[in-house]
């Protein structure tokens, strides 16, 4: 084993799944939430507060026997846009792939705006993302924008 | 621009401005002429406002369309709880183009993406409006000959005016300076002061209304309501001190007019309206010309006088 999974592993370590890495450590509780982590029956484990060179303290979630899909990687991409995913089968990193912001996407979260058609009606949120680096979304319908700390997940 | 919709005036570029405006000279030209009579416009205001309902249906009138809808949601099956997507996919049954207005914000995007027919957004909430906006750029051109490297003054509520907002945004592509007149409370929004910087434009902060009227070649007036005020004191103290009246105007630019999407309520008094400079009524009428030019570009026909 190399030292980098070695220190991956710190947690402990999964045969099959995927393990969230490089997330702020205060979004490790809404990474969970909103994937629906807490509901789930496959076996989770997750850190906080770990050393990490890039973030200073980070967070990380492991999960066995689970490969999240589009829609699930974008909202860990909005929950923690520098957050890495580490696909794993039997014990081995068969894939490591930073995950980035799309320029634009629907549903996920909230529309900040009370008075916008999408909290109205039963209409898909669209938003476009004009700033990656501080997270604010312009919604397609009302043109309001939704800064990072209003995000409100679905 | 036919079969599009008109959403918001974000949606335009420069040279589709020019071509609206264009055709609107034609419509004052002549306005009279029945090349939609083939045609059925829908207005459907889910919120009442008679003054932009009449410019539109004027302006389908005189080019012969029929016309149907609805000027108060309260009577309509909206009240039993239909879905607007259901009400717009409906009425783009039986009509040739939909004129709305509504009070939910987005409304006007939601409905261009369910019509079979161009939709054109009369107001949105407070978001957009952008035929006002279009009416006011057309008044712009037309009192001052060009909309290129203008002095505009705003004056009155600049954070909550949707009006104003979309006008600065739109004088952004044109080289304007900002003269922004308001009071503390009410300033432009650091968003819309956002485009401005972006654009690498001018503008200026006042308080007091004196200080821009002799430098301006444009003087934007609109109202300032009272329910924006938490402490009724604040109201009465600023509100007497943004009304224009004509000894104002005395040291003006010649070419100086004054402008107000209207209604007014006393921010310009009467004893201006003899004033030459005087433009805001003009500017009213100048909005049915323009909904008869995006009326008959968005239905794809041309006017006998082309
Ligand atoms: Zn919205």
């Known amino acids: ?41 496959n076996q989770i484990t997750f850190g906080m507060n770990l050393e990490s060179k890039k973030l200073g303290k980070k967070g990380i979630i492991k999960v066995s026997n689970t490969y999240f899909e589009k829609d699930e990687i974008r909202k860990i991409s909005i929950a923690a846009p520098h957050a890495t995913l580490i696909i794993i089968k039997n014990f081995e990193v068969i894939e490591k792939k930073k995950i980035d912001l799309p320029d634009e996407f629907e549903g996920i979260v909230k529309c900040f705006n009370p008075k916008c058609i999408t909290n109205h009606q039963k209409v898909m949120q669209h938003f476009k993302v004009m700033d990656k680096e501080n997270l604010v979304l312009q919604c397609h319908y009302c043109e309001k924008f939704t800064k990072k700390e209003n995000i409100e997940f679905l | 621009m036919k079969n599009k919709s008109l959403i918001s005036i974000h949606d335009l570029s420069k040279e589709e401005i020019y071509e609206i405006l264009d055709l609107a000279e034609k419509f004052e030209q002549k306005p009279k002429q029945r090349i939609l009579r083939d045609y059925i416009v829908a207005t459907l205001f889910f919120e009442p406002s008679t003054r932009t309902r009449l410019s539109f249906e004027s302006a389908a009138n005189q080019l012969g369309a029929r016309i149907i809808g609805f000027s108060d949601a309260s009577n309509s099956s909206v009240q039993k709880g239909e879905s607007l997507k259901d009400t717009i996919m409906t009425v783009s049954l039986y009509s040739d183009i939909i004129v709305m207005r509504h009070p939910i914000e987005g409304s006007a995007r939601l409905a261009s993406e369910v019509s079979d027919v161009p939709i054109i957004n009369a107001g949105d909430g407070a978001n957009q409006h952008p035929t006002q906006c279009l009416l006011d750029l057309y008044s712009i051109r037309k009192t001052q000959g060009t909309l290129d490297n203008l002095n505009i003054a705003l004056v009155g509520d600049l954070k909550y005016g949707r009006t104003v907002h979309s006008l600065v945004e739109a004088m952004c592509k044109f080289n304007a300076t900002f003269h922004l007149v308001s009071p503390d409370i009410l300033k432009l929004p650091s968003s819309v002061k956002q485009h401005i910087k972006d654009a690498h434009l001018k503008y200026e902060q006042y308080t007091d209304l004196e200080d821009v009227t002799d430098k301006v070649d444009i003087l934007y007036m609109t109202r300032i309501q009272r329910e924006r005020f938490s402490e009724p004191m604040e109201y009465e103290r600023v509100k007497n001190a943004y009304i224009l009246h004509n000894n104002m105007l005395d040291n003006s630019k010649p070419n100086l007019r004054v402008l107000h999407p209207m209604p007014r309520v006393n921010e310009i008094n009467e004893d201006v309206d003899c004033n030459p400079k005087a433009y805001y009524f003009q500017q009213a009428l100048n909005g049915v010309y323009v909904r008869q030019a995006l009326l008959s570009n968005m239905l794809g026909v041309e006017p006998e006088n082309k």
């Open chain 1, 1 to 41: 084993m190399n030292k980098i999974t070695q220190k991956e592993l710190k947690v402990s370590a999964i045969e099959n799944g995927t393990v969230i890495d490089h997330i702020p450590s205060d979004k490790v509780f809404q990474v969970i939430r909103i994937l629906g982590l807490d509901k789930m029956l």
